[in-house]
């Protein structure tokens, strides 16, 4: 057993009595509903295509629609509004952090790591403007994200500590009555939550909640900790509803070729015409 | 590189070691795979594709179908010191050196179990039946990329972009390094996913059409179906960009999964590309059961080959023109 921190310890009490109310038993279900809503071994059926249907991929925060930074796009490059999916708006930075932050927004062309179609690590993978598709065994919880062809393991069983960081991270999931949690930790420090600069480092903690409501909603929640970044744990949550056209499947997004002139163009014998 | 990044790696090495497999093993045909929760014969697991059997059969052994037990003993082992696994440095610095390189390398050190001198079964030379067009292709190919391959980014392999490693397919085949695949199975799917560049295939087992014809993708579209105990994939809506020998956006392939012990998967492909063979060509050897795990290759975002490259090439014309 890993020790937990005191927030995590909290957290784990703060559910078992929140899923007390909320566990439906299974006696009470018809079995043609219980058996649509879950898997073999009986757990919420999360297997599907889903997607986000918010702007929080711009900015986690409420933001007025304004102009893109690339004249050229026009509109199409322009930043939708957004009411913001921080709980109590505000993300708790400490000084320092807070100006990285604002430093990252003034130059997120340059530093946001979407632009260079990096892996969008976690939660941002989440929210992302693309579909991903969860893949649910009993040992393993797969999921890939459209964007970037991303994709991340959820291990049912704990494997231990993370081996390496990186930019998905590694996460350890179980289930609290009808929810899946997901302690995922082992994170590098070059991923960003959004466009507009929120940032962590190495020691990212993220305890993520996929609740079903129905069968084509998950309510999502995630619980961001990083103690040198910011002053207490801080909590993002949003819907994230089923794909549900009939020929729905994920498309590939292998984004890398479309960045080799950002990245690679000044190297080239001949420069590319405009 | 970090401290913790190295010894992942030193451990990644000695984790993905491949597993011996007997010499000669018969494929069990009376073997039953265990089903998933859902019927489908349960060919879940992380599995591993090395093998030192090349896909063509090698010149020397034309007209030599298979190996006898004793060959393939002494063909492992010539391969053995071919890859300088066995030879030591004259001194500490060239031994490091050798062992470093060594240790990206996981090529496996078997022959694949039918004793099959090519992965090729079909035709039987062992030799991939290039059509006189295909061969003008690749040979005009090849004159390119000697010409040009430091001009850009998109004169370097589809491995040095980090868009596709060579041989994570579909169709897959036995690679230098991290051969690992994952498959997961879930009502409708089979799932594979490869460690390299962390490319993943849905495919579907529910009967829909494949994707219109006009949209193309560098892993294709995949569609399932089961034959038994054998999982079939028809693959199409590949690319136009040529990312598997030569092969355009013609490409048709099937493959073929069937379990054929615990540890064991007996892998198929037929290849069918008008506009490069003379006709359909197939393959075969084991995908073996690894201990895993799956690592994150980050290949992208740490992409230092093609700004080396071509910024070398740039450097070194500069210093010409001086």
């Known amino acids: 057993m890993r020790t937990q921190p005191y927030s995590r310890v909290l957290f784990i009490v703060a559910l078992a009595a929140a899923s007390a109310f909320c566990a439906v038993p299974a006696a009470a279900q018809t079995p043609a509903a219980a058996r649509a809503g879950r898997t073999a071994d009986g757990k919420p059926n999360l297997n599907g295509i889903w997607q986000v249907m918010n702007t929080a991929n711009w900015d986690l925060q409420s933001h007025s629609a304004q102009a893109g930074q690339m004249i050229p796009l026009g509109a199409t490059g322009a930043v939708p509004a957004g009411l913001g999916v921080v ?18 927004y003034a130059n997120r062309l340059k530093l946001d790591p979407e632009v260079k179609c990096y892996l969008p690590g976690v939660p941002r993978a989440t929210y992302m403007p693309f579909p991903f598709q969860i893949v649910q065994t009993a040992k393993y919880i797969l999921i890939t994200y459209e964007y970037a062809n991303a994709v991340r393991t959820i291990y049912m069983e704990d494997p231990g500590p993370a081996p390496v960081d990186s930019w998905m991270g590694q996460s350890v999931g179980h289930w609290e009555g009808n929810t899946l949690v997901v302690d995922a930790k082992g ?20 305890i993520e909640r996929y609740t079903p409501r129905g069968s084509d909603v998950l309510m999502y929640e995630a619980t961001i900790e990083d103690p040198g970044v910011f002053s207490r744990p801080w909590k993002i949550s949003m819907p994230i509803y089923r794909r549900l056209e009939k020929n729905v499947q994920l498309l590939e997004f292998k984004c890398q070729e479309f960045v080799e002139e950002l990245l690679y163009g000044q190297y080239r014998k001949q420069p590319a015409k405009p | 590189m970090n401290h913790r990044l190295l010894v992942s790696i030193i451990g990644l090495s000695g984790l993905i070691a491949p597993s011996a497999y007997p010499q000669a093993a018969k494929t069990n045909s009376t073997y039953t795979p265990p089903r998933t929760p859902d019927g489908q014969p349960d060919l879940q697991g992380i599995w591993n594709s090395a093998t030192i059997t090349t896909l063509e059969r090698p010149a020397e052994l034309a007209g030599k179908a298979f190996f006898t037990p004793q060959e393939a003993v002494a063909y492992e082992k010539k391969f053995a010191v071919d890859a300088n696994r066995d030879v030591r440095g004259s001194n500490g610095a060239t031994d490091v050196a050798g062992a470093y390189n060594q240790g990206w390398f996981d090529r496996g050190t078997k022959v694949v179990p039918s004793l099959r001198t090519s992965l090729v079964t079909n035709p039987p030379d062992g030799k991939i039946p290039y059509s006189a067009e295909g061969q003008k292709r690749l040979a005009d190919a090849a004159e390119h990329t000697r010409a040009h391959y430091t001009d850009g980014p998109e004169e370097l392999t589809l491995a040095d972009r980090c868009i596709l490693w060579r041989t994570a397919g579909p169709p897959m085949l036995p690679g230098p390094y991290n051969s690992n695949y994952q498959i997961f199975q879930t009502p409708g799917y089979v799932v594979i996913a490869v460690e390299m560049i962390h490319d993943v295939r849905f495919i579907p087992l529910d009967g829909r059409p494949h994707l219109p014809p006009n949209m193309k993708q560098w892993l294709g579209d995949s569609r399932g179906h089961w034959e038994g105990n054998t999982l079939v994939v028809d693959t199409t809506n590949f690319t136009e960009k040529p990312r598997f ?27 069918d590309d008008p506009a490069m063979f003379s006709k359909p060509w197939s393959a075969s050897f084991p995908l073996n059961r690894s201990q895993g795990p799956i690592y994150e290759y980050a290949c992208h975002e740490g992409n230092y080959a ?15 023109s001086r």
């Open chain 1, 187 to 206: 994170f590098n420090d070059q991923s960003w939550f959004d466009r507009a600069g929120n940032f962590h480092t190495d020691a990212l903690h993220v």
């Open chain 2, 306 to 320: 093609v700004p080396g490259i071509l910024g070398g090439a740039r450097k070194a014309e500069r210093e010409t």
């Open chain 1, 87 to 104: 709980e109590g708006e505000e993300i708790p930075y400490l000084p320092a952090a807070a100006a990285q932050k604002k430093q990252n």
């Open chain 2, 245 to 271: 020998l030569g092969t355009t956006g013609k490409l048709h392939l099937t493959e073929r999964f069937t379990r054929t012990s615990a540890d064991a998967i007996t892998y198929e492909f037929t290849v």
